[in-house]
């Protein structure tokens, strides 16, 4: 029974501890509730050892992946050498590192991480790293000191609910793109911290050491600016945070070459809404080699940025203060300012705002800035570190006085959607927007989706005396006075005859593309459509009666963007829409031996029916939408020619004026602002068709068309289709 147990425990120990040589397996997946140890044993060269490498001569690493089936666990890989070797200290080398959701991994005591292609944390993931602070390998290709490096494409990303916390190492290098999501935390405690390329945070930033925000040259001439955003998240610098300028270097005294050499360049620190706190000084200050300069600029969107130590704003740099969700940003702290300090007016609230809480040296001159220029509707100036801004309300109601009454509605909801639309711009500006954007949702949310739905009803009707199946592709273009797009689809049709009918059905597919261009508003309209055609041609003694049925259905998407002055509003929406009709037509033809000519008389019933919408997400937009009856009148004329019965050229022509419809406009609501609109922008369609069948044997025919319409919409519709058809 001992012997049983020992056996066990040995067992047991090997599954929690194996050892690795060289490089970690491509992936590991452990058990819920699982707690590995691995060693990963290094290959040594005369002057360091590594992992992760296929060869010492091949310098692209190895990718590893670690996560969890169904639940948490915990994986540590320790760093280890192999015997015999008196080296001390490992490089490990990794490609893509991806730790899945609730699951912690550590890596010990490797004296440099380099991360060549990205580093991903799922939800809820947790990656340790503590590395050899103080310990020297002088033949590093990334300089003699402990560090985590990431390359330039190699981009982290850290996910809802991640944790990265490095510790004890001398440099923490970001040369590539950084993004840390709401809930997610990245720590890092190190003497040097350099952030060189872009760092958005949502989530939670927490550094211990000295941080170097500077942009690093990608070609070695032209100096460069790195950008660090805080949207809405908590930073807090246990140190100095220095914006541009030239970085710390990691060096080895007396050596003339050296590994880690990073270029002086700009840097751009944004706060929006969030909590900067830097219990050192702030220093913004410009890049400069040689002759090139690169400028820098601390940015406050709203929140605040706290400096326990002051900031200093050297000369050729620049301080903003502007407005995020109405709420004017704040420097806590004391100012020296040797460069150009800038107040930004554009969606701030009106009334006081206190812009520096501390005491300001230097040049105390602040420009207050209008993004558009002039503007009559609001006076501001900056008295003390604090700005007083104020609204002229008779001039804003004498502006909206020139406005129509959707004009007028569009200011108010944008007024409300951007906290403040008369502090981004003057009267000649915000007309442009109130226009702009009127006729720009106009066209997505009414004229688009009644030019597709017409577009469905564009093509020729062939019917047949004998049994036959038919297949066709069509494509064109959609036009009005301000969208254009493109259309394309296919379709199917059966012929049959029965007595004195002639019976035909279609069915179609078309997907449809409009962009719209005004000089504020841009936006796309995405369609798909699917239409079905039932008809019956009774041919009598003089005349020909056509009953037809028509359906289409419209599943739309409209992407637009009004963007004016250096801001941009989202106007975003799914909805569907379907006309239902039938016709009744009378023709009277006319046969001249290889000519006929056929006049035609009927009416037609549609009813078009645009369902409700709402849209939260970004600019808030709803619709009860509409139903409308539609009544027409229609009145054509068709043209053939038969050529030796093997070919037929055609003209078809329509005017179909609208007699009556039932529901004369229709209204979009924005931030409970209501918008109407008329359902038809014209009230008449013309229609023409032109082309040629062939039949090519006994039993194959082909057919090729053109097509125009002029549509309810007061659009331009055109295009071609073909056709092959067999005859059974």
């Avoid at 809820?124 to 402990?146: H, R, V, Y």
């Avoid at 090729?704 to 007061?714: D, E, H, P, R, V």
Wanted: include cysteine; glycine fraction near 10%; proline fraction near 2%.
């Amino acid at each position: 029974m001992k012997k049983k147990v020992v056996i066990l425990v040995l067992l047991s120990y090997h599954a929690l501890h194996a050892d690795y040589t060289g490089h970690l397996p491509s992936s590991i997946v452990l058990q819920n509730g699982e707690n590995l140890s691995h060693n990963l044993t290094a290959t040594c060269g005369n002057q360091y050892c590594y992992a992760g490498l296929p060869s010492a001569f091949n310098p692209n690493a190895y990718d590893f992946s670690y996560s969890t089936n169904n639940g948490t666990s915990s994986l540590t890989i320790n760093a280890a050498m192999p015997q015999g070797t008196t080296q001390t200290l490992s490089i490990f080398y990794v490609g893509n590192l991806s730790i899945g959701s609730n699951s912690k991994l550590s890596l010990n005591d490797f004296h440099t991480l380099s991360i060549q292609k990205g580093l991903s944390l799922g939800a809820n993931a947790t990656l340790d790293l503590t590395l050899q602070k103080g310990q020297k390998i002088n033949a590093s290709e990334f300089g003699p000191s402990s560090k985590v490096i990431f390359s330039r494409n190699a981009d982290l990303t850290l996910h809802s609910g991640a944790l990265l916390n490095a510790t004890n190492m001398d440099f923490f290098i970001l040369d590539s793109k950084t993004t840390i999501h709401s809930g997610a935390t990245l720590k890092v405690e190190s003497n040097t911290i350099r952030m060189q390329n872009v760092l958005q945070n949502s989530g939670t930033l927490e550094v211990n050491g000295s941080v170097w925000n500077v942009g690093q040259s990608t070609n070695g001439v032209e100096l460069a600016t790195s950008n660090f955003s805080n949207m809405e998240g908590n930073v807090k610098v246990s140190g100095d945070f220095n914006n541009g300028g030239k970085p710390t270097a990691d060096t080895i005294p007396g050596s003339f070459w050296q590994n880690d050499a990073p270029s002086p360049g700009g840097g751009d620190l944004i706060n929006y809404g969030g909590t900067i706190h830097i219990t050192g000084k702030l220093i913004n200050q410009q890049g400069v080699e040689g002759g090139r300069t690169q400028n820098s600029s601390v940015q406050i969107y709203g929140g605040k940025i706290k400096v326990d130590g002051g900031m200093t704003n050297e000369a050729h740099s620049t301080l903003i203060f502007g407005a995020y969700k109405g709420k004017m940003g704040q420097l806590e702290g004391s100012l020296t300012n040797n460069g150009k300090v800038v107040v930004d007016t554009a969606g701030v609230a009106m009334g006081s705002h206190s812009l520096i809480t501390g005491q300001i040296s230097g040049d105390t001159n602040f420009e207050v800035i209008f993004r558009s220029g002039a503007n009559e509707f609001i006076s501001a100036n900056v008295v003390n570190g604090a700005l007083e801004i104020k609204a002229d309300s008779a001039k804003i109601q004498d502006f909206q006085r020139t406005l129509t009454e959707n004009e007028k509605s569009m200011i108010n909801a944008l007024d409300k959607q951007m906290n403040g639309i008369y502090t981004y711009g003057g009267s000649s500006l915000l007309r442009n927007v109130a226009r702009d954007s009127v006729n720009g949702v106009a066209n997505s949310f009414i004229n688009a989706p009644l030019a597709i739905l017409d577009s469905m009803q564009t093509y020729n009707t062939d019917f047949s005396h004998t049994q036959n199946f038919s297949i066709g592709a069509f494509g064109g273009g959609i036009m009005s006075e301000s969208m254009g797009g493109v259309m394309s689809g296919v379709k199917a049709s059966y012929n049959t005859s029965l007595y004195s009918h002639l019976l035909a059905t279609h069915f179609a597919y078309r997907y449809g593309s409009m962009n719209q261009h005004f000089e504020t508003y841009k936006g796309t309209f995405q369609s798909h459509a699917l239409s079905f055609s039932l008809m019956d041609r009774i041919l009598l003694e003089k005349i020909n009666i056509d009953i037809g049925l028509h359906g289409t259905f419209g599943f739309f998407a409209t992407r637009d963007m009004l963007q004016f002055s250096s801001t941009s509003t989202a106007f975003n929406s799914d909805f569907n829409a379907y006309n239902l009709n039938a016709n009744v037509n009378i023709g009277y033809p006319f046969i001249f031996q290889s000519f006929s000519i056929a006049p035609v008389a009927g009416l037609r019933q549609s009813i078009i029916t645009q369902s409700s919408y709402q849209n939260n997400k970004a600019l808030e937009i709803q619709s009860n939408g509409y139903t409308n009856h539609i009544t027409s009148m229609i009145l054509g004329l068709n043209l053939a020619y038969n050529l030796n019965q093997v070919s037929t050229f055609f003209i078809n022509l329509a005017y179909e004026p609208i007699l009556y419809h039932s529901q004369k406009n229709t209204s979009v609501v924005l931030n409970q602002q209501n918008l109407t609109f008329d359902t038809l922008s014209s009230l008449h369609t013309f229609n023409m068709q032109m082309g040629a069948n062939w039949q090519i044997n006994s039993n194959m025919k082909t057919s090729l068309n053109a097509f125009y319409k002029a549509g309810m919409s007061s659009s331009h519709i055109f295009g071609v289709q073909a056709n092959f058809g067999y005859e059974f």
